[in-house]
């Protein structure tokens, strides 16, 4: 299957400080990416859809100046976690679907740590 | 909306016994199906899905799922476990607009 990277794997910051997250896709274009929240035992949530060369789509409750997503090309999206605070602790999950085979790629997860 | 339901957190069981994780779905259509296993530090990887052509579907690793709209059920199998199957197993619904909506989560824990 095709392969979705992100970066880092795992981070860790102080309260008020900004987190980029980057979702690849490493051979294949996908016009469309997601992003997850899952907390410790508990399911993925989707937080938002990452449209290429558009704005994102969020899901409600989730604040859109808090998390910022940007689409700039085929194969990249980032997630800014923006002035974080202990409660955004959380696994982040990107997903890139890919058009030929109507199917989402997982990538492998970012811990997010907020002291 | 449409939602499913992993009726078991845990699911314990030993190895080359079979395996049993229940999902019950609800839908006011035929819904697309799929289940997903993570296991620690990798990425969800799908098993299977189901898209309404046949109801009883074959995944990798040995898995498969019967979609039964009468039970409103789409449970994965394995007739034998192994060690490797030790992970978690998301049951996941396709609302429409390419989303996922993913269950709970089932934990599958295999003793030697």
């Known amino acids: 299957g095709a392969v979705v990277s992100q970066h880092p794997s795992r981070v860790i910051c102080k309260s008020g400080t900004s987190v980029k997250i980057e979702c690849r896709s490493l051979?294949?274009?996908?016009?469309?990416m997601f992003w997850y929240r899952q907390f410790p035992k508990q399911s993925l949530m989707l937080m938002a859809t990452?449209?290429?060369?558009?704005?994102?789509?969020?899901e409600q409750g989730v604040e859109k100046d808090k998390f910022l997503i940007n689409h700039a090309s085929l194969t990249l999206s980032t997630l800014t976690v923006t002035s974080a605070h202990p409660e955004d602790s959380s696994f982040y999950i990107c997903?890139?679907?890919?058009?030929?085979?109507?199917?989402?790629?997982f990538g492998p997860g970012t811990r997010l740590t907020v002291l | 909306a449409q939602s499913v339901t992993q009726l078991d957190s845990h699911v314990s069981v030993s190895e080359g016994t079979p395996v049993l994780l229940r999902c019950n779905y609800s839908?006011?259509?035929?819904?697309?199906l799929f289940w997903y296993v993570q296991h620690p530090n990798k990425g969800l990887q799908l098993l299977l899905k189901?898209?309404?052509?046949?109801?009883l579907v074959k995944g990798i690793n040995g898995f498969e799922a019967e979609f039964k709209k009468s039970e409103t059920s789409f449970h994965l199998t394995k007739p034998s476990a192994h060690m490797s199957d030790a992970a978690e197993y998301f049951c996941?619904?396709?609302?429409?607009?390419?989303?996922?909506?993913f269950g709970t989560g089932t934990r599958l824990l295999v003793s030697p």
């Open positions: 997903s890139a679907r890919d058009q030929d085979w109507d199917e989402q790629f």
């Open positions: 051979d294949f274009q996908a016009t469309t």
């Open positions: 990452s449209n290429e060369g558009s704005k994102a789509t969020y």
């Open positions: 839908s006011s259509y035929s819904p697309s």
């Open positions: 189901y898209t309404s052509a046949a109801t």
């Open positions: 996941v619904v396709n609302p429409g607009f390419q989303k996922l909506v």
